[in-house]
């Protein structure tokens, strides 16, 4: 069985400049989300998806960060206009339904790097 | 709100030897779910351990074993006769039915030496 797929792994860009990150969760699963991980920290979660359907966003910096799930399969999460406290690992992170089990399968982040 | 609180930092043990990583949460919640989760460098988290906060029995997996104090709210995470792929940072996380939401602690970075 394929884990979730991260790209891009690692991404440097300058401040004010946009980010997209992809996330393929494992086939199957309907509930996906992103976590944000500062350097040192545990994951904080910034949403959640079941099928196509943001279920939960409230931790999720609306000004600058959007994220879509079309299809409710791959999903996008975009920075616009990236700032230097941006700078962490953003996690993708799938489960079957409502992931009331507690067991996520995680993708191996992407890292960026905010100048 | 959920909290999860581990005050280790960092760890070390000899391969083969026994540790034991420490975890405190809170929850105003009856019905919760405990987890261990390992973050090898640069690899991706995978789930080590969990444990229903109903069932009295403490759960185990392989080497991997916790010490579930519901009274004291505390969590802990014994790893036996560690080896060198053990290293990794650990994450405590709690799970609560109504918030179906994972909170993840600051993480114990383990290493096993020679």
């Known amino acids: 069985e394929a884990g979730v797929v991260q790209s891009p792994r690692y991404k440097i860009i300058e401040k004010k400049q946009p980010v997209a990150f992809w996330c393929n969760p494992i086939?199957?699963?309907?509930?996906l989300y992103w976590y944000l991980q500062n350097l040192g920290q545990g994951p904080e979660l910034l949403i959640r998806?079941?099928?196509?359907?943001?279920?939960?966003d409230s931790q999720l910096p609306k000004d600058r960060f959007s994220a879509e799930r079309l299809k409710g399969v791959d999903s996008t999460l975009k920075i616009q206009p990236a700032e230097l406290g941006d700078s962490a690992v953003y996690l993708c992170a799938s489960s079957r339904w409502g992931g009331h089990t507690g067991e996520l399968f995680f993708g191996e982040g992407s890292r960026l790097t905010v100048l | 709100a959920q909290t999860v609180t581990q005050s280790q930092p960092e760890m070390s043990v000899q391969e083969a030897e026994t540790v034991t990583l420490s975890c405190t949460y809170d929850t105003s919640e009856s019905n919760y779910y405990l987890f261990w989760y390992k973050q090898p460098p640069s690899r991706q988290m995978i789930l080590v351990i969990r444990?229903?906060?109903?069932?009295?029995q403490n759960a185990t997996e392989n080497r991997f074993s916790v010490n579930f104090q519901k009274a004291a709210k505390s969590f802990s995470l014994k790893i036996s006769d560690s080896q060198l792929g053990d290293t990794a940072m650990y994450f405590c996380a709690s799970l609560t039915g109504t918030a179906s939401k994972l909170t993840f602690g600051t993480g114990t970075r383990l290493q096993v030496t020679l």
């Open positions: 998806y079941e099928n196509e359907e943001a279920v939960d």
């Open positions: 444990q229903e906060a109903y069932k009295q």
């Open positions: 086939s199957g699963h309907n509930t």
